[in-house]
């Protein structure tokens, strides 16, 4: 079984997109697709301004024939609750999953519904067809504190700084950046890599200020500057969160 429509689940910055471009190209090499292009769009982008406008809804399927098409923030779909999905999203739903089952488009694309858990639950209650049309899931799970830094480590490689790994460095160290973290993945705008990617280039930053002058190739950062951007980005989150 060969599955062309998935529900991916998960928080922001968990590759999903990224899966989805991957998908694209083994499905092209099985020769399954005519492409290995990935048409992104939004929830959105499929619901209409008035009721019966579904024109661009079927011009997002054309485009994606053959490729692969990727919702994102799928829940919009969904309204503010299963009880209150409001008629445009309810209608671009229903024309969705009209549209799957219909010749022209029925495993001539993979069509990719992806978001938040609950969110891509709730979702799928909102239409007894669309859990039927969608029944292959893939769970993408928040990265650990521990994976986040080690992402973050070759992250600052690609960047050509090189993390201080001494022996003079203690376990209490690691264990606070691990600490911090876990704090940031508490925030509602956490976005795992990309934040992880976003705290690489603020490290840099401070990197090549603090560095002036040092030959690119001895460029290093301690725990201890890490340690500084992590409690800088969560002391913003605080602030955004007032």
């Given at each position: 079984y060969i599955p062309f429509a998935l529900v991916?689940?998960?928080?922001?910055?968990?590759?999903?997109?990224?899966?989805?471009r991957i998908l694209g190209d083994i499905f092209y090499e099985m020769g399954f697709?005519?492409?290995?292009?990935?048409?992104?769009?939004?929830?959105?982008?499929?619901?209409?301004?008035?009721?019966?406008q579904t024109g661009?809804?079927?011009?997002?399927?054309?485009?994606?024939?053959?490729?692969?098409?990727?919702?994102?923030?799928?829940?919009?779909?969904?309204?503010?609750?299963?009880?209150n999905c409001s008629s445009f999203?309810?209608?671009?739903v229903g024309e969705l999953v009209d549209c799957m089952t219909k010749p022209r488009?029925?495993?001539?694309?993979?069509?990719?519904?992806a978001g938040y858990s609950d969110d891509m639950d709730r979702?799928?209650?909102?239409?007894?067809?669309?859990?039927?049309?969608?029944p292959t899931d893939i769970v993408f799970p928040?990265?650990?504190?521990?994976?986040?830094?080690?992402?973050?480590?070759?992250?600052?490689?690609?960047?050509?700084?090189?993390?201080?790994?001494?022996?003079?460095?203690?376990?209490?160290?690691?264990s606070t950046v691990r600490d911090l973290f876990a704090q940031l993945q508490k925030t509602r705008s956490w976005a795992n890599a990309r934040d992880v990617e976003t705290l690489a280039r603020n490290i840099v930053f401070e990197v090549y200020k603090s560095q002036r002058g040092t030959s690119d190739s001895d460029?290093?950062?301690?725990?201890?500057d890490i340690m500084n951007c992590l409690d800088d980005m969560l002391g913003q989150r605080d602030q955004s969160s007032e």
């Open positions: 991916f689940k998960g928080p922001p910055g968990t590759v999903k997109t990224t899966t989805a697709l005519s492409a290995s292009e990935v048409i992104d769009c939004s929830a959105t982008d499929l619901i209409g301004e008035y009721v019966g661009h809804e079927i011009n997002l399927l054309e485009r994606a024939l053959g490729k692969v098409l990727f919702i994102d923030e799928a829940y919009r779909l969904a309204g503010k609750s299963i009880g999203a309810n209608e671009a488009y029925s495993r001539k694309l993979v069509i990719v519904l979702i799928l209650h909102i239409n007894t067809g669309l859990r039927s049309r969608l928040s990265m650990s504190p521990a994976h986040c830094l080690e992402y973050l480590e070759v992250q600052l490689g690609k960047l050509q700084i090189r993390v201080d790994r001494s022996p003079t460095i203690s376990e209490w160290e690691y460029l290093s950062v301690s725990m201890d």
